[in-house]
């Protein structure tokens, strides 16, 4: 069929597309049949959703999920909520809005041709050809999902999927200054979480070294599945045709085609075309889009001219300020204020009213409600939580019970080791061990080790031998919110707060040491992980001499032997020259995997939130929530509330003792 250049193909797929489709996606007459019934029924049953169930449509995301249905509402759900989060930005999005961004500037463009597996390939001008003052970072992206809109409707597109290529030629510090980690988050989130297309690769070209400092924003938000589909190439175009033939390509990328001579003004009358379905797309969500639409209908524009006003309310009914027949006004909210006094008791009232309970915090995959701010979470994980756990530790149902009951054979084999072997108290050494249970037995055994070795430090340890260092002294510190990852946050202050001769080293440990217990009770915790921020603002010689390398090698044996947590990251903040002086303590014992896992940032903060949001930090570390007003005084009782999983973990280890 003869198609324009610069159009999509939307027929219905040949049969040599469906033959892939069957291959790669599963998908035949009956199982298409039958995945978008289960899919209609699915999002009837969601009340909280609207998203059109016409077949075709439906189809869009039930391909990319290789037609499994409950896939298909979770990504639709992801959509819906990526749409929520970002409403500011896309709302009622229209190819109008970004026309000059398409039609004068050549950011985004979208070869006409396929590849050789008939992949789309999406250029992106990151380098010098994008002007960050014509086209903001908020306006590439605006563009970039308009374009997949369009795409999504191409069934070709829907099976082969999507290869993107990210041209950084002449990349500067003028683009450079232009992304955010704001930035980075969004368009990653999008990518990975709430993008209804396959896209197989991603190859980055002509990148200069300042890239380095791009990609050190983006790294941190990008998953494993995505990673392995980044490919860097520099000027070396060879590289690239091991994925994308020289035949599909342009002389500019060192293919056997023409040099491009188009771009994005010539694709926007495609965009345009397919306004309907952009609107459409618009209004899919969750009911707060649809009220937001009906809101946003009714909201009409005057300006001066008051005659326009007056088609909708009566000048008989309005004051002279605003042309009516009534006086003029010559009352204010104050003389309006005793009567919204008056009525406090209905207010208060009102103010109680609401969702009985939330539906989940995204971030622990726990139900909110009237969660104590210094309290764990340790009702068993969501759904949304579980989802995270299978794709990051390989747990399914299955896997969990067989490993369950492989690692509980295998403790009853193992004589000279003493532990419980319920379930939950299993899981806690199999999520970090990614359900391998030979991997978790040697975890415990290690931790057995730990505590025979360290026997006077630990033996009978209780939250009521250190209380007074928990309340007297702010060291030890657990933010009461989450990071966008759903890791737990602590905070060890290590510098001039930290005094040694009232709270010894040994003590600091054993503090950590009980706030590690608690944290391995949380699901979230233990399928989200750690992180660890370790402030040594105003360090002195005082606290220097407060260490050794007797204690550097026990909490750093510790957090690499025995710790049944996933330590994901350590970051170093406000550290002086004299720290020096510590790094050459703790440097000897510090195995290759928590190297890879430790950030320096001094006082710049900015480097802090590459790894952990702003939106998720206090002000003292340069966040946008308040500064720090708790302590470990607040999470003290918390701890203590805990004692009983205490003392037994205190029972257990070599069966042997000491």
């Given amino acids: 069929m003869s198609l324009k250049p610069f159009d999509i193909e939307v027929d219905p797929p040949g049969e040599e597309l469906m033959e892939i489709a069957r291959r790669e996606l599963r998908e035949t007459p009956e199982i298409r049949a039958s995945a978008v019934e289960e899919l209609r029924s699915l999002l009837r049953e969601a009340k909280d959703m609207h998203f059109s169930e016409e077949e075709e449509f439906l189809l869009i995301f039930l391909r990319p999920c290789h037609f499994y249905a409950e896939s298909a509402l979770k990504m639709m759900r992801r959509i819906a909520e990526f749409k929520k989060a970002n409403h500011p930005l896309l709302h009622a999005l229209k190819p109008e809005e970004e026309k000059l961004a398409f039609i004068e500037h050549n950011v985004v463009n979208v070869l006409t041709n396929r590849d050789q597996k ?69 368009l990653i989130t999008f990518i990975q979480d709430a993008m209804p297309l396959r896209l197989k690769e991603v190859h980055i070209l002509k990148q200069p070294y300042i890239f380095n400092m791009v990609w050190a924003l983006f790294k941190p938000f990008i998953r494993e599945k995505l990673k392995g589909r980044i490919f860097f190439h520099g000027m070396d175009m060879r590289k690239l045709h091991k994925h ?268 950590f040491y009980l706030v590690h217990l608690v944290a391995q009770l949380e699901p979230a915790t233990q399928i989200n992980g750690v992180v660890i921020v370790m402030d040594f603002e105003g360090l002195s010689l005082k606290q220097v001499r407060g260490l050794s390398p007797s204690f550097s090698k026990l909490l750093l044996t510790f957090l690499q032997e025995a710790v049944p947590l996933r330590m994901k990251e350590f970051h170093i903040l406000k550290q002086p020259y004299i720290f020096n002086m510590v790094w050459t303590l703790f440097k000897p014992f510090i195995g290759d995997k928590l190297k890879k896992r430790l950030y320096f940032h001094g006082n710049d903060m900015k480097k802090l939130h590459k790894h952990i949001d702003p939106a998720d930090l206090p002000k003292n570390y340069g966040g946008t929530r308040p500064a720090l007003d708790y302590s470990s005084r607040d999470w003290y009782p918390c701890i203590e509330k805990y004692t009983e999983h205490i003392q037994r973990w205190n029972n257990y280890g070599h069966a042997a003792g000491p």
Avoid at 120 to 129: Q, S
Avoid at 147 to 152: D, G, N, S, Y
Avoid at 425 to 433: A, D, E, G, Q, V
Wanted: proline share 6%; with cysteine; glycine share 6%.
């Fill in 118 to 186: 008939g992949r789309r390939v999406l250029l992106v001008n990151c380098g010098a050809a994008w002007d960050p003052k014509a086209v903001s970072s908020e306006q590439l992206f605006r563009v970039f999902f308009l374009i997949h809109l369009v795409a999504q409707l191409e069934p070709a597109t829907q099976i082969n999927g999507v290869v993107v290529v990210l041209d950084f030629d002449g990349l500067s510090l003028k683009q450079v200054k232009a992304l955010s980690p704001a930035f980075s988050r969004r």
């Fill in 244 to 511: 994308i033939d020289p035949t599909d390509l342009p002389a500019n990328y060192g293919g056997d085609r023409p040099p491009i001579n188009y771009g994005g003004r010539e694709w926007y009358p495609c965009v345009y075309n397919y306004i309907d379905h952009i609107n459409q797309w618009n209004t899919l969500n969750s009911d707060r889009a649809i009220v937001l639409l009906m809101f946003t209908s009714q909201i009409f524009f005057h300006g001066n001219d008051l005659s326009k006003f007056h088609r909708y309310i009566s000048v008989d009914r309005l004051p002279a300020d605003y042309g009516g027949n009534l006086p003029a006004i010559d009352y204010t909210g104050k003389d309006w204020y005793p009567c919204v006094e008056a009525h406090i008791e209905h207010i208060g009232k009102y103010q109680r009213c609401g969702f009985v309970e939330s539906l989940k915090d995204r971030r622990t995959g726990m139900k909110t409600t009237a969660q104590p701010p210094f309290d764990i979470v340790t009702e068993p994980p969501s759904q949304e939580l579980l989802e995270v756990s299978r794709r990051e530790l390989r747990e399914t149902p299955e896997v969990r019970e067989e490993a369950i009951k492989q690692l509980r054979q295998l403790l009853h084999n193992a004589t000279d080791l003493h532990y419980a072997d319920d379930d939950d108290f299993l899981l806690i050494f199999l999520r970090p061990c990614h359900f391998y249970p030979d991997s978790a037995l040697k975890m415990m055994r290690r931790i057995a080790d730990f505590k025979k070795n360290n026997y006077p430090l630990m033996h009978n340890l209780l939250p009521e031998d250190e209380k007074l260092s928990f309340i007297d002294h702010k060291i030890v510190n657990v933010l009461t919110n989450r990071d966008s990852k759903g890791r737990r946050i602590l905070i060890v202050s290590c510098g001039a707060v930290w005094d040694p001769k009232a709270v010894t080293a040994e003590k600091l440990f054993r503090m």
